[in-house]
Protein backbone atom coordinates (compact mmCIF):
# COMPACT_ATOMS: atom_id res chain seq x y z
CA UNK A 1 0.00 0.00 0.00
CA UNK A 2 0.91 3.68 -0.45
CA UNK A 3 2.00 5.66 1.82
CA UNK A 4 3.33 9.37 2.73
CA UNK A 5 6.32 11.15 5.25
CA UNK A 6 5.94 15.20 5.98
CA UNK A 7 9.25 16.01 7.20
CA UNK A 8 9.18 18.32 10.18
CA UNK A 9 5.41 18.46 12.10
CA UNK A 10 5.91 22.33 12.46
CA UNK A 11 7.29 24.92 10.12
CA UNK A 12 8.10 28.52 10.99
CA UNK A 13 8.80 31.20 8.80
CA UNK A 14 8.64 35.28 8.59
CA UNK A 15 6.25 37.05 6.37
CA UNK A 16 7.54 37.04 2.97
CA UNK A 17 9.95 34.05 3.11
CA UNK A 18 10.17 31.15 1.04
CA UNK A 19 7.78 28.72 2.05
CA UNK A 20 8.70 25.36 1.84
CA UNK A 21 6.93 21.92 3.00
CA UNK A 22 8.89 18.29 2.08
CA UNK A 23 6.25 15.58 1.23
CA UNK A 24 7.83 12.01 0.50
CA UNK A 25 5.26 9.43 -0.97
CA UNK A 26 5.91 5.37 -1.15
CA UNK A 27 3.56 3.83 -3.82
CA UNK A 28 4.27 0.71 -6.12
CA UNK A 29 2.47 2.09 -9.04
CA UNK A 30 2.32 5.69 -10.56
CA UNK A 31 1.26 8.14 -8.06
CA UNK A 32 -1.47 10.54 -7.96
CA UNK A 33 -0.27 13.18 -5.42
CA UNK A 34 -2.12 15.57 -3.13
CA UNK A 35 -1.85 18.58 -0.92
CA UNK A 36 -4.38 19.63 1.15
CA UNK A 37 -4.89 23.15 3.51
CA UNK A 38 -6.97 22.43 6.93
CA UNK A 39 -7.68 26.16 8.99
CA UNK A 40 -8.37 26.01 12.15
CA UNK A 41 -11.87 24.21 13.35
CA UNK A 42 -12.56 23.62 9.70
CA UNK A 43 -12.30 20.77 7.08
CA UNK A 44 -9.71 19.99 4.34
CA UNK A 45 -9.41 22.05 1.46
CA UNK A 46 -7.73 20.56 -2.09
CA UNK A 47 -4.81 23.15 -2.89
CA UNK A 48 -3.41 21.85 -5.74
CA UNK A 49 -3.01 18.11 -7.20
CA UNK A 50 -0.81 15.99 -9.61
CA UNK A 51 -2.24 12.81 -12.03
CA UNK A 52 -0.12 12.37 -14.85
CA UNK A 53 1.50 15.33 -17.07
CA UNK A 54 3.77 18.65 -16.19
CA UNK A 55 5.49 17.66 -13.12
CA UNK A 56 4.98 21.58 -11.86
CA UNK A 57 1.58 22.20 -10.78
CA UNK A 58 0.21 25.25 -9.11
CA UNK A 59 -2.71 25.92 -7.11
CA UNK A 60 -4.66 27.99 -5.39
CA UNK A 61 -3.22 30.68 -3.11
CA UNK A 62 0.43 31.18 -5.12
CA UNK A 63 1.25 27.76 -3.98
CA UNK A 64 2.96 24.98 -5.98
CA UNK A 65 4.60 21.79 -5.87
CA UNK A 66 6.84 19.54 -8.11
CA UNK A 67 6.63 15.71 -8.49
CA UNK A 68 9.96 14.53 -8.61
CA UNK A 69 10.05 10.57 -9.10
CA UNK A 70 13.51 9.96 -9.11
CA UNK A 71 13.43 11.50 -5.41
CA UNK A 72 9.38 10.29 -4.52
CA UNK A 73 9.32 13.62 -3.32
CA UNK A 74 6.05 16.07 -3.76
CA UNK A 75 7.30 19.02 -1.92
CA UNK A 76 5.28 22.30 -1.55
CA UNK A 77 6.36 25.92 -2.12
CA UNK A 78 5.32 29.15 -2.00
CA UNK A 79 7.71 32.09 -2.62
CA UNK A 80 6.35 34.22 -0.36
CA UNK A 81 4.29 33.71 2.54
CA UNK A 82 1.44 35.94 3.62
CA UNK A 83 -0.20 35.44 7.34
CA UNK A 84 -3.02 34.02 5.62
CA UNK A 85 -1.34 30.79 4.98
CA UNK A 86 -0.79 29.58 8.69
CA UNK A 87 -2.85 26.65 8.83
CA UNK A 88 -2.27 22.69 8.86
CA UNK A 89 -0.64 21.41 5.46
CA UNK A 90 -1.13 17.73 4.77
CA UNK A 91 0.32 15.73 1.44
CA UNK A 92 -1.85 12.76 -0.01
CA UNK A 93 -1.25 9.95 -2.15
CA UNK A 94 -3.43 7.49 -3.80
CA UNK A 95 -3.08 5.10 -7.07
CA UNK A 96 -5.82 4.14 -9.29
CA UNK A 97 -7.27 0.99 -7.78
CA UNK A 98 -6.06 2.62 -4.06
CA UNK A 99 -7.72 4.59 -0.93
CA UNK A 100 -6.07 7.79 -0.50
CA UNK A 101 -3.28 8.11 2.31
CA UNK A 102 -2.38 11.56 4.17
CA UNK A 103 0.59 12.24 5.88
CA UNK A 104 0.66 13.10 9.39
CA UNK A 105 0.87 17.17 8.87
CA UNK A 106 2.49 20.23 8.75
CA UNK A 107 1.52 23.22 10.71
CA UNK A 108 2.79 25.95 9.32
CA UNK A 109 3.46 29.25 11.40
CA UNK A 110 3.92 32.98 9.76
CA UNK A 111 5.62 35.17 11.90
CA UNK A 112 4.93 39.04 11.22
CA UNK B 1 -23.89 20.75 -6.47
CA UNK B 2 -24.11 19.70 -2.13
CA UNK B 3 -20.52 19.08 -0.76
CA UNK B 4 -19.74 16.25 1.43
CA UNK B 5 -22.39 17.09 4.27
CA UNK B 6 -21.29 15.64 7.74
CA UNK B 7 -23.63 15.64 11.05
CA UNK B 8 -23.56 17.00 13.17
CA UNK B 9 -21.09 18.96 13.30
CA UNK B 10 -20.71 18.70 17.31
CA UNK B 11 -21.55 15.81 19.61
CA UNK B 12 -21.26 15.34 23.46
CA UNK B 13 -21.52 11.60 24.60
CA UNK B 14 -21.07 10.09 28.10
CA UNK B 15 -18.42 7.55 28.67
CA UNK B 16 -19.98 4.34 27.64
CA UNK B 17 -22.70 5.65 25.75
CA UNK B 18 -22.66 5.32 21.72
CA UNK B 19 -21.70 7.86 18.80
CA UNK B 20 -23.05 7.72 15.74
CA UNK B 21 -22.05 10.28 12.93
CA UNK B 22 -22.79 10.47 9.53
CA UNK B 23 -21.64 11.19 6.48
CA UNK B 24 -23.21 12.11 3.15
CA UNK B 25 -20.71 11.80 -0.32
CA UNK B 26 -21.40 14.56 -2.75
CA UNK B 27 -23.72 13.25 -5.82
CA UNK B 28 -22.57 11.11 -7.80
CA UNK B 29 -19.41 9.94 -5.53
CA UNK B 30 -19.47 5.95 -4.39
CA UNK B 31 -16.75 6.25 -2.33
CA UNK B 32 -16.34 7.53 0.94
CA UNK B 33 -13.47 7.88 3.25
CA UNK B 34 -13.25 8.35 7.34
CA UNK B 35 -10.29 10.10 9.08
CA UNK B 36 -9.83 10.58 12.89
CA UNK B 37 -7.61 13.56 14.10
CA UNK B 38 -6.93 13.75 17.26
CA UNK B 39 -5.97 17.23 18.97
CA UNK B 40 -2.51 18.22 17.98
CA UNK B 41 -1.98 15.33 16.00
CA UNK B 42 -2.22 14.67 11.97
CA UNK B 43 -5.34 12.83 10.50
CA UNK B 44 -5.24 9.53 10.40
CA UNK B 45 -6.88 6.78 8.11
CA UNK B 46 -9.54 4.77 9.36
CA UNK B 47 -11.66 3.05 6.34
CA UNK B 48 -12.19 2.90 3.10
CA UNK B 49 -15.33 2.07 1.69
CA UNK B 50 -17.51 1.78 -1.48
CA UNK B 51 -21.48 1.13 -1.88
CA UNK B 52 -22.26 -1.96 0.77
CA UNK B 53 -19.15 -3.32 0.80
CA UNK B 54 -15.55 -2.25 2.96
CA UNK B 55 -12.77 -1.94 1.37
CA UNK B 56 -9.87 -1.26 3.49
CA UNK B 57 -10.27 -1.16 7.40
CA UNK B 58 -7.19 -1.26 8.19
CA UNK B 59 -7.30 2.02 10.42
CA UNK B 60 -10.23 1.11 12.08
CA UNK B 61 -9.91 -0.18 15.82
CA UNK B 62 -10.56 -3.55 16.61
CA UNK B 63 -12.85 -3.17 19.27
CA UNK B 64 -16.07 -0.82 19.36
CA UNK B 65 -15.74 1.29 16.24
CA UNK B 66 -18.14 0.40 13.22
CA UNK B 67 -18.72 1.58 9.68
CA UNK B 68 -21.08 1.30 6.76
CA UNK B 69 -22.49 2.56 3.67
CA UNK B 70 -25.48 1.26 2.61
CA UNK B 71 -27.08 1.13 -1.11
CA UNK B 72 -29.27 3.98 0.01
CA UNK B 73 -28.48 7.13 2.88
CA UNK B 74 -25.67 8.46 4.00
CA UNK B 75 -22.14 7.06 5.67
CA UNK B 76 -22.15 5.83 9.23
CA UNK B 77 -19.41 5.52 11.60
CA UNK B 78 -20.25 4.23 14.89
CA UNK B 79 -18.68 4.04 18.39
CA UNK B 80 -19.76 2.18 20.35
CA UNK B 81 -19.41 2.47 24.88
CA UNK B 82 -17.07 5.91 23.69
CA UNK B 83 -14.30 6.43 26.01
CA UNK B 84 -12.46 9.89 26.53
CA UNK B 85 -9.69 8.74 24.32
CA UNK B 86 -12.38 8.74 21.84
CA UNK B 87 -12.45 12.56 21.61
CA UNK B 88 -11.65 14.22 18.52
CA UNK B 89 -12.96 15.50 14.84
CA UNK B 90 -13.98 12.81 12.38
CA UNK B 91 -13.69 13.80 8.99
CA UNK B 92 -15.53 11.97 5.73
CA UNK B 93 -14.05 12.50 2.62
CA UNK B 94 -15.82 11.10 -0.42
CA UNK B 95 -14.42 10.51 -4.24
CA UNK B 96 -15.19 9.15 -7.97
CA UNK B 97 -14.62 5.82 -8.45
CA UNK B 98 -10.78 5.15 -8.32
CA UNK B 99 -8.95 6.75 -11.22
CA UNK B 100 -8.19 10.47 -12.67
CA UNK B 101 -10.66 12.06 -10.28
CA UNK B 102 -9.28 10.32 -7.14
CA UNK B 103 -9.13 13.82 -5.76
CA UNK B 104 -11.34 13.83 -2.15
CA UNK B 105 -13.63 16.36 -1.01
CA UNK B 106 -13.97 16.57 2.67
CA UNK B 107 -17.03 17.27 5.27
CA UNK B 108 -16.21 19.94 7.87
CA UNK B 109 -16.17 16.80 10.33
CA UNK B 110 -17.78 15.94 13.44
CA UNK B 111 -16.40 16.73 16.65
CA UNK B 112 -17.05 13.97 19.19
CA UNK B 113 -16.25 15.16 22.90
CA UNK B 114 -16.51 12.44 25.07
CA UNK B 115 -17.46 13.39 29.00
Known amino acids: AQSVTQLGSHVSVSEGALVLLRCNYSSSVPPYLFWYVQYPNQGLQLLLKYTTGATLVKGINGFEAEFKKSETSFHLTKPSAHMSDAAEYFC??????????FGAGTRLTVKP | NAGVMQNPRHLVRRRGQEARLRCSPMKGHSHVYWYRQLPEEGLKFMVY????????ESGMPKERFSAEFPKEGPSILRIQQVVRGDSAAYFC?????????????FGQGTRLTVV
Open chain 2, 93 to 105: ASSQAPGMNTEAF
Open chain 2, 49 to 56: LQKENIID
Open chain 1, 92 to 101: AVSDPNNDMR
